[in-house]
């Protein structure tokens, strides 16, 4: 096989999967891992790949890359709406208390939701995200509070030192938390520090945190680890973790429950 096909075929992999491997591709192509190295090279000083280790993802996936708001809205829809309501059923029946909705497309599905799993009860709902407080705003029952702070234009999003005291000042029964990597060895992340520290103060003040992510999400790292596995209770996504996540969430006492 010449190398230009090899490269077609890994740009596809890359489409496919999202991540390909030196070893796997080597085994797969009959070739040397030095040359499918080469061959990596190659394609990430052509801008199609980012090298990573023991592998590459596609150059879109670097630890920075963050879609804006409406471009995550038109994606993995079918999957969030099935992580939502699979996410709902952690209110268990007749509930009565408080819940944190973080910012995010997903934590936004679960809003959308809300209403359909409450029974007319008093629930105490506090969000920082203006695109979720509209939406909530309008759910029978619900007492909306909103924290303020800097908002970020890419989330609609309240950031800064004093979103996360607020944020820290409470103690709410449940936590809707959003990410953009989950992985085994550096945990729940996200591109943009100001959001680690919002999300990390989330994670903090809640009594118990749900971790809502679609398959996508999981083994990526972005640059900022704002939570181990250990301190999330729950995560609700629509595919099984790969073996190494999965015994890494098994080992840190997550549930995973698949939409």
């Known amino acids: 096989m010449y190398a230009t096909e090899r490269h077609e075929l890994i740009e596809r992999l890359l489409g496919d999967d999202g991540r390909v491997s030196v070893v796997e591709l080597a085994r797969r192509f009959d070739v040397t891992t030095e040359t499918i190295r080469r061959d990596l090279d190659q394609l990430e000083n052509a801008g199609i790949l980012r090298r990573v280790h023991g592998g590459a993802v596609p150059r879109e996936r670097a630890s920075t890359a963050e879609p804006s708001l409406a471009e995550r809205l038109q994606h993995h829809g079918v999957a969030k709406s099935a992580i939502a309501e699979r996410a709902l059923e952690a209110l268990g029946r007749r509930f009565r208390g408080s819940l944190y909705f973080d910012a995010g497309t997903t934590t936004g599905a679960v809003a959308a939701r809300l209403a359909t799993h409450l029974d007319g009860g008093p629930v105490e709902v506090v969000t920082h995200a203006l695109t979720l407080a509209h939406t ?21 999003a309240a950031v800064g030192a004093d979103t996360v005291r607020a944020i820290e000042s409470l103690r709410p029964d449940i936590a809707f938390l959003g990410a953009n990597g989950l992985s085994a060895g550096f945990g729940v992340s996200t591109p943009d520090p100001d959001e680690a520290a919002v999300k990390a103060a989330i994670v903090r003040s809640a009594r118990r945190v749900v971790l809502v992510a679609d398959s996508e999400k999981l083994g990526r790292e972005l640059l900022v680890s704002f939570a181990p596995l250990s301190a999330i209770d729950v995560l609700v996504t629509d595919a099984e973790p790969d073996a190494e996540l999965a015994t890494a969430l098994s080992e840190a006492g997550v549930e995973v429950w698949l939409a």
């Open 136 to 156: 909530l705003a309008g759910v029978p029952a619900v007492s909306l509070s909103v924290v303020g702070g800097r908002v970020r234009g890419l989330t609609a």
